[in-house]
Each structure stands twice: as C-alpha cells, then as structure tokens.
C-alpha cells in the first residue's frame, strides 16, 4: 500500500521529465511555469493550509526572489547557486519581517497588508531603477550553470522539475511534523494552542517566512530561463492567479497546488482559441469550485478514496498506570498561591481580592452564581487576562502578568467551558501537539513526521486511557461526540505533564452518567499530585468532588471551607438562591379561571451539537398568568428561552403560541407574532439613545405613537427619564435591564418573556425591579420569567417549574414551591 | 498653484474612495464580511451609465437611475451568491469568492462593452472655471461635495429613520435585534444593495474625468479598500476622513515626487498604519473572549 502509494507519487514527476525531454522550447517554457507555480502554490498552502491565512501579495515575494538573482548573477557577476540561496533568505526576511503588522492582524486586514506589499514592490521595482532597469527591465540574465558549465534550456527545466518535486517532498514532510501540527493547532484554536504553551506569533511568522522562501525559490528559477525580468511579468493579479492554484488544487493537501498549477497554466493553452476569455474562465472556475468543493480538487478525490479505519489502534486499559507516574513529577510538591487577584473591564469590578492556595493531590473548586467571575479568575490564572492586581505563585515562580504560552510552560495547563480542540486534527494529533509543551525542535523535527515517534503515540494512547476515552484515535477532533471532546481535551490538558489542571465547566453538556464518570477521573489525576481547580456549575459534581470551595459572588469571595461547610453556609445559600426575607407582592386581587393557554412547550428538546441541554421540558403558561422557570446555573433556563424564541432551533417537541407552532419559525417573526423575549444580560443597544432603543422596541407595529408610547415608558421608569437622553451603554446595568423590559413592553406582546433580569444586578435593584414584575402582572400581562432568584421570582409568580439538568424536576404553585425541599437540593446539591 | 490643484483633486477623488469605502462599513458591520469586487460595482455604474446615456442616447438622469438599480441587483447577487453560501457555513472564502466574481464582471463587461476606453461627456467637465488662476471643472468642486452630502444623508438616515435605527440595531446587537422582530438576513442584503449603489455612484461621478473601460475600477477598489481598513473599517466618519487624507496624500504625492511614487508611498503608509494600530485610526479592538 505505501509502495503504491510511493510509486503514485512518483507519477507526475516522471511524466513531467519524459515530456521534457521531448519537448521543444515553448513548451518547456510552459512546463516551467507549471513549475513556478506549483512551488510558490505550496508556499502558500503552508500560509492558507497550515495556518488559515490569506495572502493576496505572493507575487511580491516571486518578483523579489526573481530580481535578486537577476541583479547578483548579472551587474555582481554572482554565481546563481549563492545568488538563489541569497534570494531565497532574503524573501525569507522579508516574508518575517511582513509579518510583523501581519501578525497583530487577520481576515480583510491581513489581506490588505499583503495587497499594499505587492504593490510597493511591483512599483519599486518600476521606481529602483539603477538596481531593476526601472519599467523596461533587465535583459541578458546568464542561464544557470554550475562549475562554469552552463545549462541548457532542458537542463534547466529537469532541475525545475527536480525542485518542485522537492518542494513538493518538503511540504508532505513539514505538514505533519511538529510545526505542521502546531501551525494547524494554532488555526483551529489559537487560545488553546497558547495553553499548551505554543506561541502564536512565533508559529505565524515562521509559517510566512517559509511561505515566502517558496516563492523566492520560484522567482529566483524564473530570471535565468526567461533571461529577463520587468515588472509587468509581477503585476498584482498574479497573486490571484497563484492563490487560484492553491484553491482550485486543493488548499492543506500536498498535491493539490501542483495539480492547480497544472489547470491555471495548461488551461489557456488548451483554449487557446478563446484565450481572451482566460480570466473570465478563471473567476467562473475558482466560484465554482468555491460552491460545490470547498477542499479543492484533490481535496474533494481524496475524500472519497479516504479509506473507512476510523481506529487503527484502540486504547487499552493496562497502560493507565503509567500515567500516574508520568504526572507525578518529583518536583511537584508545591503549591499555587493566588493573593488579591483583581481585575476590571471599562471601570467594571469583575474579580476583586481573590485569594486561593492549592495543593497537589486535592481538588479546590470555584464556584458562584453566574457571573460571579469566576472563568475570569480561571482566565488570569491561565494567563488570558493580565490580572490588574495580585499576584499568583506556582511555588517560588512569579505567573501574573506572563503570556499564557509562558504560563503554560511554567506548568499550568487548561480545559474550556466550551471545548477548544483542534477540530481538523485528529485525538491523537491532539494530544501530540501537546506533548511537545510548545518545544517544537529544528530542522530535522521541522521534516519528521510526528506519527512516527512510536514513543509519544503510545504515550498518547495511555493517556487516552487513562481519561477512559474508548474512540478511536483516528477520528478528527470535530467530528467527536460531546462526552468524547470532554474526555480527549482533559487528555490533551494532561499531555503536557502539567503541575497544574484548570478545568473550567467540564460537567458541561454531559449527561448525569457522564458527569459521574468525571469523579473517578478528578480524583485519579489528584492522586497523581496534580493541582486540579475545578470552575463548576454542577452542584451534585462539586459537592462530592471538591476537597476545599472558594465561593464567589459578583467579583468577591464570600466563602470558603469543605464542600459540607459550604452547602449550609447562609451567605452562599443567598447568593444562589436570593434572601430569606423577601417583600410580599402577592396579588391583590387573586388571579380568576384561566380560560386560554397562550404558549405551550411540548416534549421540548434542545442543545448545542451532540449534546442535549433540554429534553422532554413541557412548559404552559396561561393568558394573564406569572409563570417563573427555576433552577441553578447552567440548567438549562436559557436555552429554553432562546428555543421558545426562536433564536436556537429545538431539536424535537413542539412549541405552540396561541395554538399555533411556532418552533420552526426565525426570531424576527416570533417576536413579531406577539411573544417578546427580554433577553438575558440586557443587551440594550449601546450606541443608541435610552429614546432609540424604546422606540426600536416598537420596530413590528404600525400604530406606534412614539411621543405618547415613549413618554409612558419613560414615566413607568423614572430612573429612565432622567437619562433619556444618553446613550444606553452609558447607563448603569439596573437601568439598562429596566431599559431591555421597557423595550419588550412597547412592542405590546401577547406574552412577554424574561430571562435571567435580576443578574449582576445590585440587591436594592434586584427589589425595585421585581415590585415592576409585579405591577405588570397586576396589570394582567401575561408573563414568563426565568431566575436563579428562586425566593424572588416565587414572591411574584403564580405557579413555577424546576429545571435541573435540562429536566423539569418538579412544578407546582408558587406558595408551594416556597417552601420546599427539592428547589434548594436544584440548587446547592445533596438530597438524594 | 500646483498644491491647491493637487489638494483639489486629492479631496475629489478622497471622497470618492471614502464613498467606495463606506460601502465597506456598511456590509462589514452588520455581517462581517465585504464584496471585495467593490471597484467592479464602480465600473459597473459607470459602464451601464455610459451605455444607456452614450450608446442608447437617453437622458442622463435616467440612464443614472438604471445604472444604479443595476447597482442594486448586482450588490443583491453578490451577497446572495457569493458571499451568504460561505458565512453562513463560518467560511472565510468570501473574500476570494467576491474577488473572483468581481473578476468575472469585468471581463463580461470586457466583451460585451468592448476595450477601448471610453469617456463620458458631462456638461459639468467642459467648461473649467477659474479659480484665482487656477481652472477646474464645476464637476471636481461637485465630487468631494456629493461624497461628503452622502456620508452626511447616511449618517441622518441611519439616526433619525426607523430603518436607519433598525440596521444600527442590527450592527451592535444582531440577536437583540431579532427578538425585536428585525429580520437581520434583510438587513444584510439591504447592506450590500446600499454599499454597490454607492460605488456605483461614485463611477458615475468619476466617469467624466477618467475614462470609462472594464478595468477602470480594479485599482480603485483596492485603495478604497486600504481606506476602509485605516480608517477601521467599524467607523463610518473614520473611513470616510482616511478617505479624503488618503486621496490628498496620494495627490500631493504625484505632484512633488513624481507619480511612480504614489503607490510606494500610500501602500506604505497603509502598512506602517496597520502596524502601529493595528484597528486603524478610528478603529476599536474587541474584547477577547474563551
């Protein structure tokens, strides 16, 4: 199989050299610039394939590399052997040095540092010209030669033919080696990649130094066999046409930029009849091949010659033992020491005197109602966020303030709340990229297959193991069920021998079998000496996991102790559930007979990917009635309030709005039809006026009485009146919240829904907004509010359901609900 | 003498760029992508303008108004054809797709119009008037004064109308925006309608001075593009004053060191701008997020 495949490869190069030798001289000149083109095609599939970046000004590296040979062979009187090498390092540097505002910048701003570089040369190469010979360029260039012996035209074109192959031979190489790895690893997911301790900029430079070199390659072959050089043969759509043959090839496969040298140059010879045509044929083929096979050509064939072994090797269970010796470093016992963390965004406290000191071989969690700060504490322990204050030791070792992939090499390694695997490579090139801890080695590992390292497969396949993944090695990452993701980036966390593991959600997603099966796991990488912080929403998961809690509310810790401690500390219950002691607000006159159901969620399912967030959730709320959703974070709530929006698309289930299913429709015709989502977080328009924003409320309906209608918000909402009008990004999070629910009511919905309205709200504010929750429904509005403040959505509504774990657990009428057992066990854990 | 000319011109053909560029904030901002083929759009205007105006012999003002409606349907094609197939699957391949069709456009209009360069006659580019000593055409003083009254009717239109306030919506919070019944997909296509017209105004405005031909626009899209980006593409004052600072430069440029230093130069600026800041002049980073 591998001869064959060897003796495939072969092919094209034997067939290009049998033509040669046949050939005359006009179609060597053809088979040259086949050449040319497939080499700085494979410069720019390591950009575009390896990395993902585009570079619309190649031609400026091909035009450099072919004027630095034709000046030094023909005014220096240089050989073209130094001569080539001197241009390929210097397109090389200048590829690097291009990088440098390159870097700090993607997308449409990438491009056009690319663009604006292809131009200056184009035109420096008009402007120079006591260097270039300015527009009318340099003639005479000697022909290759070596000991003083020129080549002829065919020699010439066999060493072209040779070194394409080779470039060819370097990319396979290169692509699957550690830095190929890297530079894909850092595509997919560039925080990650900075996690396990690869530094981006490093990576993205070196993938556009080599990218040029390829190019100064091409063009320094191109200046003796066509003996002259002028701007015009480097003009910009060149770079089109060269990015053409990456993306009609195949982009991040081997063969694909020769095969697309091949169509882009060979093409208009064919249709020579029609070459006037060229371009149009040109931007017609790359749309379609755009459209209907975004891998290129060679991407698309191989797909369907790909072979079905989704697992060559499958996991054994023997090896996990070894694991624990191989995270149980000598130099572990040692403790990481957090002082007086804080941190603000835009003037906002978000964490403030956060302490903690973690030992090996314990489990210390972080937990907090939502936006308690607490990912952001996890992100300036890893590094993503530069702490403003604090300090934070892994034993004698200063990490605040360092870069995460200098963090992560000092030994702190991370999981994400929504899993950050490199999707196109496969598990086990997951967890190789990681191995390495961002040591990426030289040359000779530049050309090594990392899948050959027989040592650090099987390192990998212990340590899959280990974390009780039972899939295939093989699979690309993407393609995992969610469980799956979980377990391989734990894997991937703990391949680079860490001292440190944040993991920040892992119970996610998962069902509660899965959740269970992360005890054992938690435990076992403890036990190993690893310091584990866990940021968790999963009461049931952190109650019997953790050996120590750190409670955080609203940036500040609140608590810490055991996990028992914890669960009947009072000011911890009040965080999560709201005070004992709430106002009563209830109705004054007693809500009559229902007589219709405004919506109705049947069997409802949702979620994200694999993995659901909601199942079988059955939810009525009835014309004028308050119904209020509970349960702790990361139950589900939002979600459904984003199904029964219209904003997320359930995946089974009905939802039916006076009688109608609406669980197919868009947003913009759900909110239409009457049922009003104010989302969670506010969202206000910052740029807007406090006046625009109520007005835009009212965006659906053609008898809004804007003078009137606003007025009347205004005056239900004093605290907006005085502001009316600034901009709502200006305002403080209570009026903006209050400014979110005066912008559902102008809209006059049939049912007004409300997610999550007391967050990050201060107490005083939190009562004021629910005395409004509680005017509206006396006004027989019909309403449905989402809360984690159990006590304070109990205190309005009329009836309730519990949502735990995307399930409703429990519903009855709000006085009932008050006081019972289960909510709080929804909540805090324990119960059964 | 030759400063207040080159400041003259710079400030026409400023806008003019600044005008192609907003065209860039429009879609950029509520979709995050561009029709990089934004100077085709500009040829096309002109092209279609000169056809029905020239060729056909209808009165100017109509030839206009079907030139921009052509404008509109091909910013309608661009972005249901060849940008919403990528975005929507999270691609970035929109950028090489609107290359290719704007590559496309200009070499049908190649053999359907012909090559040679054509120019259209305006009654506003015959006569110059004399300033001092200096003489322009009534057109280059109308350019700059066109450009900037769009970029201001923009800036009305988008604060003051419920359509206007409803893209703004759009821009800073598109799911926001959906829950208030917008149809955000509408307001993407509305964007790249608005952003082709534009160009394809400024085409027409541009065609009595330069010549008329399928390529025309090729160059001009690139630098309205460069602007765009110094401006930072998320402010629309921003990319419409780079507009202008670009085409003064690059006037002033031509006209003391020679016009084969005008694109070493601009270009230039462009990459130590984007270096030095790398979200442009105006631009503002976003808040980074795991």
Partial sequence: ?832 | MLIVSSIITGLGLGSMYGLLALGFYITYSVSQTVNFAQGSSMMLGAVVCYSFAVTLGWPLTLAILVALLVCAMWGWVVERFVVRPFASRGSNAWLMATVAAGIVLENVVLFTYGKEPRSLPSPLAQEPILIGELGVYPLQLLIPIVGLAIACGLHIVSRRTKLGKAQLAVVQNPDAARLLGIDVRKAVVGAFIVSTVFAGIAGILIAPLFNVASDMGTLFGIKAFAVAIIGGIMSPWGVMIAGLAYGVVEALTTSILGSVYTHIVTFGLVIVVLAVMPNGLFGRAEVKKV
């Fill in chain 1, 1 to 832: 199989m591998i001869a064959a495949k060897f003796i495939v490869s072969l092919l094209p190069g034997v067939a290009a050299l049998g033509y040669a030798s046949i050939a005359n001289s006009y179609e060597l000149y053809i088979l040259a610039t086949v050449g040319f083109y497939a080499m700085v095609g494979v410069g720019l599939n390591v950009l575009l394939g390896l990395t993902g970046q585009v570079s619309l000004g190649h031609v400026g590296f091909y035009a450099i590399g072919a004027y630095a040979v034709a000046i030094l062979t023909t005014n220096a009187g240089v050989d073209f052997w130094p001569a080539l090498l001197f241009a390929i390092a210097l397109t090389g540097a200048v590829g690097v040095l291009l990088s440098i505002p390159a870097l700090r910048v993607t997308g449409p701003y990438l491009a056009m540092i690319t663009i604006a570089f292809a131009f200056i040369v184009e035109h420096g190469a008009v402007e120079w010209r006591e260097l270039t010979g300015g527009a009318n360029g340099m003639m005479n260039i000697p022909p290759v030669s070596l000991a003083g012996a020129e080549f002829s035209e065919l020699a010439t074109v066999y060493l072209i033919i040779a070194l394409t192959g080779l470039t060819l031979f370097l990319y396979w190489r290169f692509a699957d080696s550690a830095w190929g790895l890297a530079m894909r690893a850092v595509r997919d997911s560039e925080v990650a990649g900075q996690s396990l301790g690869l530094n981006p900029v490093m990576i993205r430079a070196t993938a556009f130094g080599l990218s040029a070199m390829a190019a100064g390659l091409a063009g320094g072959l191109f200046s003796p066999i066509t003996a002259f050089v002028s701007p015009s043969s480097f003009s910009f759509f060149q770079s089109i046409l060269f990015l053409l043959v990456v993306i009609i090839g195949g982009s991040g496969t081997v063969f694909g930029p020769l095969l697309g040298a091949v169509i882009v140059v060979l093409l208009p010879e064919f249709l020579s009849d029609f070459a006037e045509y060229r371009l149009l044929f040109f931007g017609g083929l790359l749309l379609v091949v755009m459209w209907l096979a975004p891998a290129g050509i060679v991407g698309a064939i191989s797909s369907w010659f790909k072979e079905d072994n989704p697992d060559a090797t499958q996991p054994s269970d023997a090896d996990a033992q070894d694991i624990e010796a191989f995270l149980n470093r000598k130099d572990a016992a040692t403790t990481l020491t957090v002082k007086d963390l804080g941190i603000s965004f835009g003037g906002v406290q978000a964490v403030k005197n956060f302490d903690i000191a973690a030992v090996p071989e314990k489990i210390t969690s972080i937990i907090g109602p939502n936006g308690a700060g607490k990912t952001t504490a996890l992100n300036m322990i890893g590094g993503f966020y530069k702490p403003g204050s604090g300090t934070i030791r892994l034993g004698s070792v200063e990490l605040a303030g360092k870069p995460s992939h200098m963090v992560s090499r000092a030994g702190v390694s991370r999981t994400y709340q929504t899993t950050q695997l490199f999707g196109d490579l496969t598990v086990l090139e997951n967890l190789l990229v990681a191995l390495g801890q961002g040591h990426l080695g030289g040359v000779r590992s530049a050309l090594t297959h990392v899948r050959n390292n027989a040592e650090a497969c099987a390192q990998c396949h212990k340590l899959l193991a280990f974390v009780g993944y039972k899939g295939g090695a093989q699979t690309l990452a993407k393609h995992l069920a969610h469980v799956d993701k979980r377990l391989v980036e734990i894997a991937r966390a703990l391949a680079t021998q860490p001292r440190v593991l944040l993991l920040d959600e892992p119970a996610a997603g998962l069902s509660s079998q899965d959740t269970e099966l992360l005890i054992p796991l938690l435990r076992k990488i403890a036990k190993a000496g690893v310091i584990v912080i866990l940021v968790e929403h999963d009461m049931g998961l952190v109650m019997k996991v953790s050996d120590h809690i750190v409670v955080l509310d609203a940036g500040m810790p609140i608590a810490e102790g055991k996990p028992a401690a914890i669960r009947k500390n009072n000011k911890v219950r009040e965080a999560y559930l709201g005070t004992g002691e709430v106002i009563d607000r209830a109705r004054k006159k007693a809500l009559g007979k229902i007589d219709s159901i405004m919506l109705d969620a049947i069997n409802l399912g949702a979620g994200y990917g694999a993995a659901p967030v909601l199942q079988d959730v059955n939810v009525s709320v009835g014309k004028g009635e308050f119904v209020a959703v509970l349960g702790a974070n990361g139950a589900g709530k939002s979600t459904l309030m984003r199904a029964l929006s219209g904003l997320h698309r359930p995946i089974e289930g009905k939802v039916l709005f006076i009688g109608e299913e609406i669980a197919t429709w868009h947003a913009h015709r759900v909110a239409r039809g009457g049922l009003v989502l104010v989302p969670e977080g506010r969202q206000v328009f910052p740029e807007l006026s406090v006046v625009d924003n109520i007005g835009l409320g009212a965006y659906c309906r053609d008898d809004f009485n804007d003078g009137v209608e606003i007025e009347e918000m205004l005056n239900r909402f004093p605290a907006l009146h005085r502001r009316k009008g600034s901009r709502a990004g200006l305002l403080s999070g209570g009026e903006q919240q209050m400014l979110a629910i005066a912008r559902g009511l102008v809209a006059r919905p049939k049912v007004i829904m409300l997610d999550e309205p007391s967050l990050g709200l201060a107490p005083a504010l939190i009562e004021d907004l629910f005395s409004v929750l509680a005017e509206l429904r006396d006004e027989g509005r019909t309403i449905l509010l989402v809360d984690q403040m159990a006590a304070l959505a109990l205190s309005v509504a009329d009836r309730g359901y519990v949502l735990e774990s995307g399930h409703i657990v429990h519903e009855g009428s709000a006085d009932g609900l008050k006081n019972d057992k289960t909510v709080e066990q929804a909540y805090l854990g324990g119960g059964s």
